[in-house]
């Protein structure tokens, strides 16, 4: 079990190195929330390899988005896509955060019916760049 763990903090940290030049969360933090029982992992693969991620939180009768990211040679190919499937099939009212500059995330997230909720100024470092809250309601919340 902990080998299984210690590798999919590589594979994650791995991916997060090359979708953001330089990894936001450090390998403790993944660590710490691979283990975590409010929060789920979902993969996509190619062949055996993984080559993408989503991490949800479970909070109270919600669900964040707390990160989705795809190996760079492999954007724009549908896999994100899949990935958003897998969760969006949920009766729960989703949240997630992304950067105002990135708007070929936002528009994936629009096909899925998320909509733009509210900002944060500043919420990203690396650049420093404010964040779009965005949000699906639930089936039981419309």
């Known amino acids: 079990m902990m080998k299984r763990i210690e590798e999919k903090v590589e ?15 450090t390998k403790e933090q993944i660590k710490t929330d ?6 789920d992992y979902f993969f996509v693969y190619d ?3 993984i080559i993408g991620f989503l991490s949800l939180q479970q909070l109270v009768g919600e669900l964040e988005i ?29 949240f997630l955060e992304v ?9 994936l997230y629009k096909k899925v019916n998320f909509s733009i909720v509210g900002k944060r100024k500043n919420y990203y470092k690396n650049p420093v760049e404010g964040a779009l809250l965005m949000k699906r309601e639930g089936r039981n919340d419309r």
Request: proline share 5%; glycine share 4%.
């Open 11 to 25: 594979t994650v940290y791995h991916i997060l190195s090359h979708v953001y030049q330089e990894s936001p969360w």
């Open 34 to 39: 691979l283990e975590s029982p409010n929060v």
């Open 47 to 49: 062949k055996q390899k």
């Open 66 to 94: 707390t990160n989705i990211a795809v190996l760079p040679d492999y954007q724009g190919k549908g896999f994100g896509a899949q990935l958003l499937q897998r969760v969006t099939s949920s009766n729960q009212t989703l």
């Open 99 to 107: 950067r105002e500059s990135n708007l070929a995330a936002q528009a």
